[in-house]
């Protein structure tokens, strides 16, 4: 067990010790649980106000601490270096400091070390231990402290509801505030390298460009874009139908005990690694629609659209069935009810009432799987090759943007490369559309809600 682990079991104890002891404190100040109503909180809520005292400060200063401490340890170490290995560019400073880092974890042996990594690896271990020690014995007294201070300042008119509340939501916003910048951050990489590339190749023959080959610097996006539209539409016209009718069926056919059993198993697909998904259309998907092909006379290429779009699509129906079956759901029983008594029969319900009021949630849980689809690389990587064949016909070979960016970071060309600097671009493009198709999902399960809840 490592010594965060361990801090955080003893952190966790003192939190159960003092929910416990403010709990009876309450109590305590009240004359017992006869006199409960005098209290203006819960017990429970003296209990956890006490806990989060200690467990807050605690693991704040835990989350800077460990962020923080390597960084200042290998200052440190590298502060303890001869002062002409401290003046070397910062590329051999690093790799020193990699060797010094490996000898200290053991991956080197000290007969293969030079004396001055072998001193400033013990070095690095000396502080370390010194740091994790430093770091267990301020968490403690922070989590008693803070735990202290709270469980006597528990009294019947200490509003602990209130100011637990408060608590969780500063740590809400927080968190909130945490996605939101990771968002602009993610952003604002992509969008930054990608305006590199772009005064490298100009943007309009990236876009519309026809030819898409790096290795000769051409940089035509439209067989990648074409190739991604290919597969995600044969996805798609597999998933719609049958996620659509299997939620039909479950929401308005299905017995109790049947829909129990097949929607779970259902949703199975969706807990599915994509990777397996890959092998299954590499070993088994793609050389049957080749043989079959081939035994009617039709040309089907071993890796192709049509192989790489069937699998997709079979990956994708729970997005779509569970969805659909949730908002065929929503629909209120008085729109059945009223169908029902004038006449129409449980089909002409379905497709002339229920349908219609559920088209709004189908359409953003389409839209939401076309995104996924979009968003696919292994199936692709597997059973639809590398090829960037500007072609409609799903028997052949092509490529997505998600495959292209996997390619274009792999390799040992130089970061700054257009080469490399493509992957930017391209996941610029993929950022982009996946957002607008996200928007309007939204929009549209939106507008949904408005109506029938």
């Known amino acids: 067990m490592t010594q965060t682990n361990l801090l955080i ?9 003092l929910y416990y002891f403010a709990k009876q404190r309450a109590l305590t100040t009240v004359g017992g649980a006869s006199n409960i109503r005098q209290l203006h909180s819960l017990p429970g809520h003296y209990g956890i106000y006490a806990a989060l005292w200690a467990a807050v400060p605690a693991f704040l200063a835990l989350m800077i601490w460990t962020s923080a401490e390597d960084w200042l340890v290998t200052k440190l170490v590298v502060s303890n270096l001869p002062e002409q290995v401290q003046q070397l560019p910062a590329a051999e400073l690093s790799l020193i400091i990699n060797d010094i880092k490996n000898m200290a974890a053991g991956d080197v042996t000290s007969a ?45 008119k200490l509003r602990a509801r209130n100011r637990i509340e408060g608590i969780f939501r500063v740590i809400l916003i927080l968190c909130s505030i945490i996605a939101i910048f990771t968002t602009i951050g993610i952003v604002l990489s992509v969008l930054w390298e990608s305006l590199i590339f772009f ?35 044969i996805a798609l016209l597999i998933a719609v139908p049958i996620g659509l009718m299997s939620a039909v069926y479950l929401s308005e056919y299905a017995g109790s005990r049947v829909r129990a059993f097949a929607k779970p198993l259902l949703e199975i697909l969706a807990g599915i690694p994509t ?9 088994t998907v793609a050389p049957f629609f080749a043989n079959a092909g081939r035994s009617i006379g039709w040309d089907i290429s071993p890796e192709s659209a049509l192989a790489a779009g069937v699998v997709m699509g079979i990956m994708i129906i729970p997005f779509v069935s569970s969805l659909s079956d949730d908002v065929i759901n929503a629909v209120p029983m008085a729109m059945r009810e009223a169908s029902y008594g004038m ?18 949630g189908i359409v953003g849980s389409v839209l939401l799987a076309a995104s996924r689809a979009i968003g ?16 409609a016909n799903p028997f052949e070979a ?16 130089e970061f ?38």
């Open 9 to 17: 079991l003893v952190l966790l104890a003192i939190m159960a010790v």
């Open 112 to 156: 293969d070390a030079i004396a001055e990594i072998k001193s400033a690896a013990d070095h690095y271990n000396n502080l370390k231990a010194i740091a994790g020690a430093a770091k267990f014995v301020l968490i403690l007294v922070l989590a008693i402290v803070g735990g202290l201070i709270a469980w006597r300042s528990v009294a019947p």
């Open 199 to 233: 005064r490298e190749i100009p943007f309009f023959d990236f876009l519309f460009g026809t030819h898409w080959n790096p290795s000769t610097n051409s940089f035509g996006a439209i067989p990648i874009f074409a190739g991604t539209l290919l597969i995600s539409l």
């Open 275 to 283: 990777v397996v998904y890959g092998f299954f259309a590499a070993l």
């Open 343 to 360: 006449g129409a029969t449980q089909s002409e319900t379905i497709t002339k009432v229920i349908l219609p009021a559920a088209l709004p």
């Open 376 to 391: 696919e690389t292994m199936i692709v990587v597997m059973a639809a090759g590398l090829s960037a064949n500007l072609t």
């Open 398 to 413: 092509v490529t997505t943007v998600t495959v292209q960016i996997v390619t274009a970071l792999v390799g040992d060309q």
């Open 416 to 453: 700054d490369s257009p080469k490399t600097l493509v992957a930017f671009a391209l996941g610029l493009v993929l950022f982009v559309v996946t957002l607008a198709l996200n928007v309007v999902a939204l929009h549209v399960v939106r507008k949904y809600r408005e109506q029938y809840e």
